[in-house]
C-alpha cells in the first residue's frame, strides 16, 4: 500500500478530485495531461476490494486511448470468450464472442489500482487514505474538510469533481430510472477443474449472474427487488441461506449450492438513477455521481471511463482562458442524460425479452416495450437509382448548432437534426457534415453532388455519407 500522502494543515491545488475509482483516476489521469494541477483524495488503501469485476469488449479501446491497456493485459486478468444464458425462454444458450470482441473479467482490486499508478505517473498528487467531509463553497472556490492519519486538514480548490460513486459527496437528490434494485452478492469457492461458464439465468423474482475472477473463486450475484427479501422474510442472519436456496432452484448455478462461499454474501443497492444537473461552473460530478445503469449490461465501468473522459474536457474547456463554458456545460449535461436515457431504453427491451416469468412483479416493472426498428440499409441500388436526380434535404432536416469535442475543447459546431437521429450529428467518419448537408439545394444531381464532394474526401467516403443521409430519410427528390 502506498504511503499517506504528507499534506501542510493547508492545502491549495487547482483541481480536486474525490474518489480514487476508475472514473476519479482517468480523469485525473487526464486533466494532469492537460496542464491542470490535480489532487486526487481516496478514502480508501488500495487494492481494495470491489464488486463489478466484468469488462465489456468496447472498454479495451478506451483503454488503449488511455495508455494503458499493456498494463492491463500483463495484469494476469481473463479474458471472456463467452457465456451461458437462460433468459428469453427456458433454454440454455452458448454465447460465444469473436476474437476481436472478447470482454475481460478483472480483479477489481488490482485493475482499480492500475488505473491509480498511471494517474499518478502523468502527475496527479495522490492523497490516500485521506476521508473527505462535504466540501463548502467560497467566493474563492471549495474548502474540503480531510481527514488522513496524519490528522485534519483543510483543502482549497478551484474546481471539484465528484467522483465518489453512490456516496455522492456533493449530495444533490437523484431521479431513478428504474425500480429499486439490490444486488447479493459473494465468491464461491468452486473446483478450478470443473467451474462453470460465465452465466446469466433469470429467476421468478431475478436473475443471476455469475463468473469466474482471476483468483479463481466464483462471483456470484443475485439481483431483485427488496420488497422480495421482505415478502420472504430474509434478514441479515439468513443471507446466505437464502442465496444456496436461489442457486438450488436454478438450472447453470445449481451445483454451487453445496460448495462454501467464500466471503459472506453481501447486498448493496443497484438502482439506477440520474442526477438532472451533474454539472456546473465550479464543480462536476463523474460516474455514478452523476448517473448509474441497470447491472444488466455489465457495461458499468465502461460507462465510468466514458464519463471520466468527457468530463476531463469538459473541465478543461471550464478552467481555460477564452474556453466556451455554455458549449462545455451543455457538452456535458446532455451526453450523461443522453448516455442514461439510452441505456434505460436498452435494458427495458433486454428485459421485455423475458417470457417465463414476464406477469411477475419484478420483469414487469422493469420490461419496456422495444423500440420501433429504423429503415432497412440502403442498398448500393437504392442509390444508383437517385444518381441522376437532384436532391434536396426534406424539410424535417435542420441545420442546428451543437457542443463537440475539437481538439482538447468544447466548442459549438454546426450538425444536422432530424427526427430520425437520437442527437444532432456533427462529424460522421471525421468529416464536418452540416456543409455537405447544406450543399444538397435541389441544384444538382446526386452524382453531382458526389463529384464535388470527392474533391476534399475519398470517392468511397462520399458515397458512404450519401447512403447513411439516404437510410435516415434525409433526402428527397425535386
Not at 55 to 62: E, F, G, I, Q, S
Not at 196 to 204: G, I, K, R, S, Y
Amino acid at each position: 500500500m502506498p504511503a499517506a500522502t504528507s499534506i501542510a494543515s493547508r492545502t491549495e491545488t487547482e483541481v480536486c478530485v474525490l474518489g480514487a475509482g476508475p472514473t476519479g483516476s482517468v480523469c485525473a489521469k487526464r486533466l494532469s495531461e492537460l496542464g491542470h494541477q490535480v489532487l486526487l483524495v481516496e478514502r480508501h488503501p488500495f487494492p481494495r476490494p470491489h464488486i463489478g469485476e466484468a469488462l465489456t469488449p468496447a472498454v479495451r479501446p478506451l483503454l488503449h486511448n488511455l495508455g494503458v491497456l499493456p498494463a492491463v493485459r500483463g495484469a494476469g486478468f481473463l479474458t471472456c470468450t463467452g457465456s451461458s444464458v437462460r433468459w428469453a425462454d427456458g433454454l440454455v444458450r452458448h454465447v460465444r464472442l469473436p476474437a476481436s470482441a472478447t470482454g475481460l473479467t478483472v480483479c477489481r482490486g488490482r485493475f482499480d489500482q492500475l488505473l491509480l499508478d498511471a494517474a499518478r505517473s502523468a502527475g496527479v498528487g495522490v492523497l490516500q487514505p485521506a476521508f473527505a467531509r462535504r466540501p463548502h463553497r467560497e467566493a474563492d472556490g471549495w474548502k474540503v474538510p480531510i481527514t488522513t492519519p496524519g490528522g485534519a486538514h483543510l483543502l482549497r480548490a478551484r474546481f471539484l469533481v465528484d467522483a465518489t460513486g453512490r456516496t455522492r459527496v456533493l449530495g444533490g437528490r437523484v431521479t431513478r430510472t428504474g425500480p429499486r434494485t439490490i444486488a447479493l452478492h459473494t465468491t464461491w469457492h468452486v473446483d478450478p477443474y470443473d467451474t462453470p461458464a460465465t452465466c446469466v439465468e433469470a429467476l421468478p423474482d431475478g436473475w443471476l449472474w455469475g463468473a469466474l475472477l482471476p483468483s479463481g473463486d466464483y462471483r456470484v450475484m443475485a439481483f431483485t427487488d427488496p420488497e422480495h427479501l421482505r415478502r420472504s422474510g430474509v434478514r441479515k442472519t439468513s443471507l446466505e441461506r437464502h442465496f444456496r436456496s436461489l442457486l438450488a432452484g436454478s438450472e447453470l448455478f445449481r451445483r454451487l449450492a453445496t460448495d462454501r462461499p467464500g466471503d459472506a454474501v453481501r447486498v448493496c443497492d443497484a438502482t439506477s438513477y440520474f442526477h438532472p444537473d451533474p454539472a456546473g461552473e465550479d464543480h462536476l460530478r463523474v460516474g455514478e455521481a452523476a448517473f448509474a445503469i441497470d447491472p444488466l449490461s455489465s457495461s458499468g465501468v465502461e460507462k465510468a471511463l466514458q464519463s471520466a473522459m468527457s468530463g476531463a474536457v469538459t473541465v478543461h474547456t471550464l478552467l481555460s482562458e477564452g474556453g466556451d463554458r455554455t458549449a462545455a456545460l451543455t457538452y456535458y449535461r446532455d451526453g450523461q442524460r443522453h448516455s442514461a436515457e439510452q441505456h434505460v431504453k436498452w435494458a427495458g427491451g433486454h428485459y421485455a425479452e423475458h417470457r417465463p416469468y414476464q406477469g411477475n412483479t419484478f420483469w414487469r416493472r422493469r420490461a419496456l416495450p422495444s423500440p420501433a426498428t429504423g429503415s432497412a440499409p440502403v442498398s448500393p441500388a437504392d442509390l444508383a437509382r437517385l444518381m441522376h436526380q437532384r436532391l434536396r434535404l426534406t424539410p424535417a432536416a435542420q441545420l442546428v448548432s451543437t457542443p463537440c469535442v475539437v481538439g482538447d475543447q468544447v466548442s459549438f459546431r454546426p450538425a444536422v437534426s432530424h427526427p430520425a437521429l437520437a442527437r444532432p450529428v456533427a462529424y460522421l467518419g471525421g468529416l464536418a457534415l452540416a456543409p455537405l448537408a447544406e450543399s444538397l439545394s435541389g441544384d444538382h444531381t446526386l452524382a453531382e453532388t458526389l463529384r464535388a464532394w470527392s474533391h476534399t474526401m475519398a470517392p468511397e467516403q462520399a458515397v458512404a455519407i450519401a447512403e447513411w443521409l439516404h437510410e435516415h430519410d434525409m433526402l428527397t427528390v425535386v
